[in-house]
């Protein structure tokens, strides 16, 4: 007898294998989202408010000098009660936001082998796609919300291009140069200068060893900015690759994105980002103007479409990478996405809500052929040291290729 499914049973292994779809998408997020990895992850608490207001500390103002503190005799100490030490703390607030979509869709009309072939490919495309989103969504923020920036240009002091460095920044703007024509392309001098300002003067924490190099902050730039620096002169050759970090999933351990930080190189550690933000100036508001990486295609007979990479962005002239240090923001979920039973994600992996959508109607669905996943992807972001993210924003170098002419000369012939 032939091995008959029905559209019916096609559909509930749909529903049965959500669950399975939402692992696939934590561990793509785990392995392949610099800036998910970097933030600590959370709960937005729910039946609270649609804005929850939090406390963050602030360093605590001394009530003497830090250069000299006073001491005096143990025996002169009678009566004496000493000087005031002064602690303050500054409020942020934050609310929820949602991203709602759905995945292709899919004809379960097409028999078994058909199906699984789709879903299967359809699987794998929303997965990718879905981890595309929360990855941007967490740069995006990081970018929009940091309070600390710096823009990479000459003729200037370092004060003139950094912007924000304190408590109450959020949000704040790149330095603009009257003249566009003097940012440069950041150099690993520079950068390590204002890690070193991040550490000294923004009081900021480094990221543990782990026994597994040094302390270290994270940078997340493109790769040609990347292999920039590993050229510089005394940074090549030094740079060591290893795998760090993990995140456990039920009781299945995954590897989490690979920073180089074995050792990490002065105290700084290199993540890669395959899509960074670019630019092509600023607005009339001092904004950066962003160009999307991808360009859609789309194919209007059959409403279909694909993307591709946008020339635009190829060709862009300015680019931006991301200073880290830990504890700037923590992403929260709603507590109910955080699995149930023992099937339980990091807070920060977890993408939201995942449905099969499979209706009969009486329109496009009379008999029950298609059904596809339907997302929501529900956050918010919690500001606790925001001024350490510190967004860089440089000039970008066509590639050097090393396609220098040579001189060719001819051979005496032994003959």
């Keep these: 007898m032939a091995d008959c499914v029905a559209p019916a049973a096609l559909s509930d292994i749909a529903v049965k294998d959500t669950q399975r779809l939402v692992g696939s998408v934590a561990k793509c997020l785990a392995a392949n989202s610099p800036y998910v990895n970097i933030l600590d992850g959370g709960t937005f608490p729910s039946g609270v408010s649609d804005e929850v207001r939090s406390s963050v500390q602030m360093p605590a103002a001394p009530g003497d000098s830090l250069a000299i503190p006073t001491f005096v005799n143990d025996t002169e100490q009678c009566g004496l009660q000493g000087l005031q030490d002064k602690t303050d703390n500054i409020d942020y607030t934050y609310r929820l936001g949602t991203k709602r979509g759905f995945g292709p869709r899919v004809c379960v009309k097409k ?74 392309p950041i150099s690993f001098k520079a950068l390590h200068y204002i890690a070193r300002y991040l550490k000294e003067v923004l009081w900021a924490d480094m990221y543990p060893s782990d026994g597994k190099g040094q302390e270290h902050f994270k940078v997340i730039g493109s790769s040609d900015i990347i292999n920039s620096f590993r050229e510089e002169v005394g940074v090549q050759n030094v740079l060591i690759a290893l795998t760090t970090g993990g995140y456990k999933l039920g009781e299945e351990a995954l590897s989490g ?42 194919n209007d007979p059959t409403k279909e479409g694909y993307s591709k990479v946008n020339p635009d962005w190829l ?91 040579c001189t060719v000369s001819s051979c005496n012939s032994l003959s």
């Design 315 to 405: 060709n862009a002239d300015y680019e931006v990478l991301f200073l880290i240090a830990p504890g700037s923001f923590k992403r929260l979920v709603p507590e109910r996405y955080i699995g149930e039973g023992s099937f339980k994600f990091n807070p920060q992996l977890h993408m939201g809500e995942l449905d099969w959508h499979y209706e009969i109607d009486n329109d496009c669905n009379v008999w029950g052929d298609f059904g596809w996943h339907k997302y929501q992807i529900t956050r918010a972001y919690r500001p606790e040291r925001p001024h350490h993210i510190i967004p860089v924003l440089y000039k970008r170098c066509k590639a050097d290729l090393g396609l220098d002419d």
């Design 111 to 184: 028999g078994y082998a058909s199906f699984k072939d789709a879903y299967l490919r359809a699987e794998d495309s929303l997965a990718k796609l879905i981890t595309q989103y929360i990855n941007a969504d967490v740069r995006a923020q990081l970018l929009l919300r940091s309070g600390s920036k710096f823009t990479a240009a000459s003729g200037f002091c370092f004060e003139d291009l950094f912007t924000g460095g304190d408590f109450p920044d959020v949000g704040v703007q790149f330095a603009q140069p009257g003249d566009l024509s003097t940012i440069r």
């Design 257 to 298: 994105y690979s920073f180089e930080s074995s050792p990490a190189y002065r105290g700084i550690a290199f993540g890669v980002d395959q899509t960074p933000l670019r630019a092509s100036g600023f607005d009339g508001s001092g904004d950066l103007v962003l160009i999307d990486p991808r360009t859609n295609v789309l």
